[in-house]
């Protein structure tokens, strides 16, 4: 990402903006200032104009860096065998290879891919794919209407990777948005290893309280399972710490039981460094700001 050129062309504010299936959700940043956040009951770039041009209006911002963050239901994803070509190869030939297992028509997908860990020992992918008018229809906005620059298209759970940027041990990190089901994501040396949703986690924070436990005790057994199959069948070192950045409401709870089941620290997420993190209600927009901490780290090497 070249965020040096946010300080040329006249660019005067940061745009993030989080997209979902059902809504949008925007922060306003000013160098490190958070000035506004809203949400947009729309996902249509056409939709969602006026209210970001409302926005920097009423801030007197004119030209934004904008950053798109796509939550999981915005796009589709495929794990497969990484094609034997070269390099600059690989997107097209895997245009074709997920044909049969993304239902997004082949000249509407656009398609990009990370290396992930294999058991196997053969070279995997993960394969991440969205509709490509619906985002070229955010492009043009941006570049045309708002007079903005696209600078980055990101999905949620890469964005939280930038939380352990200094890491250089494992981390497990248990997080959950308002009325999703929690996200188990294994993370190391910047690398994502391993990530699933752990079913029956939804609303934790609204669940009677004599559930509880008993769902408490399936999630740690989830977590036990991703901490073995880590270290026995990935040969990876052992993780030491998990991190919760769960509802305040049940987050106490949880680490109290989980500590009880697990042999690893479990621990809330330390929040402070997170530049635009005010309050635990910003747990559902933390990859939005998390995206900012490889912005940062770049243009302080700038």
């Known amino acids: 990402m070249d965020v040096s050129r946010w300080f040329k062309s006249g660019l005067d504010c ?6 979902s299936a059902a809504q949008t959700t925007v922060l306003l940043f000013k160098n490190d ?43 589709q994803q495929a794990e497969l065998d ?11 030939a895997l245009q074709w290879s997920v044909k049969e297992l993304i239902s997004i028509e082949p000249d509407n997908m656009q398609l990009d891919y990370y290396d992930v860990a294999s058991s196997s020992g053969r070279q995997q992918v993960k394969v991440v794919a969205a ?39 494992p ?13 188990l994501l294994l993370v190391h040396k910047q690398h994502l290893y391993l990530s699933r949703s752990l079913r029956g986690s939804a609303n934790l924070e609204s669940m009677a309280s004599e559930l509880l436990p008993s769902i408490i ?20 070192p052992p993780v030491r ?31 402070h460094e997170v530049a635009g993190f005010g309050s ?6 933390l990859p939005m700001l998390a995206a900012r901490i490889e912005a940062l780290e770049v243009a302080a090497e700038s």
């Open 14 to 19: 940061q745009l993030l903006i989080g997209l």
């Open 33 to 75: 200032d958070c000035l506004e956040q809203i949400v947009i009951p729309e996902r249509t770039a056409a939709a969602c104009f006026d209210a970001l041009q409302d926005l920097l209006n009423q801030h007197q911002f004119k030209h934004p860096a904008t950053t798109l963050i796509l939550a999981d239901d915005c796009y």
């Open 82 to 92: 990484k094609p034997s070509v070269p390099d600059e190869e690989v997107a097209a």
């Open 131 to 169: 509709e490509r008018q619906w985002l070229a229809e955010w492009g043009h906005m941006i570049v045309s209407q708002l007079r903005g620059e696209l600078h980055k298209v990101l999905v949620e759970e890469l964005c939280l990777l930038n939380l352990f940027h200094q890491a250089d041990v």
């Open 171 to 183: 981390i497990m990190l248990l997080w959950q948005k308002p009325g999703r089901e929690a996200q």
């Open 217 to 236: 005790d399936s999630l740690s057994l989830e977590v036990q399972r991703a901490l073995d199959y880590f270290e026995s069948n990935l040969r990876q």
């Open 241 to 271: 710490t998990v991190k919760l950045a769960l509802p305040e409401a049940v987050r106490q709870l949880v680490q109290m039981q989980m500590q009880a089941n697990l042999a690893v620290e479990v621990e809330p997420l330390d929040t």
């Open 280 to 285: 635990a209600d910003d747990m559902a927009v």
